[in-house]
Nanobody, 114 residues
Framework: QVQLVESGGGLVHTGGSLRLACAASRFPFNRWMYWIRQAPGKDFEWVSF????????YYKDSVKGRFTISKDDAKKTLYLQMNMMKPEDTALYYCASSSDGLGRGQGTQVIVSP
């Protein structure tokens, strides 16, 4: 089973930036590679995902124009560049093979202060 390890989270102010990384033991780890997040008391929600075959990317409406998903095949890593961050982006972020968190790692915490 593929192992996923997320990193890059932290505390930023509104308007700040972070880049999350997802290191995989096998890459691509799925045809569809997701970034999902879970805010306290809420369900998982997908943020962005990529088709590993052709590189097509998809974004949740609330992050369009602010977040960018990318990958580095040589480093076996999926990235999420997050710019112009907002307090509502605060959550535990995971990479996963599905929108409901299949195969996710331990997550990386992102906190955006007002």
């Amino acid at each position: 089973q593929v192992q996923l390890v997320e990193s890059g989270g932290g505390l930023v102010h509104t308007g700040g930036s972070l880049r999350l990384a997802c290191a995989a033991s096998r890459f691509p780890f799925n045809r569809w590679m997701y970034w999902i997040r879970q805010a306290p008391g809420k369900d998982f929600e997908w943020v962005s995902f990529m088709n590993s075959d052709d590189g097509t990317t998809y974004y949740k409406d609330s992050v369009k124009g602010r977040f960018t998903i990318s990958k580095d095949d040589a480093k076996k890593t999926l990235y999420l560049q997050m710019n112009m961050m907002k307090p509502e982006d605060t959550a535990l972020y995971y990479c996963a093979s599905s929108s409901d968190g299949l195969g996710r790692g331990q997550g990386t915490q992102v906190i955006v202060s007002p």
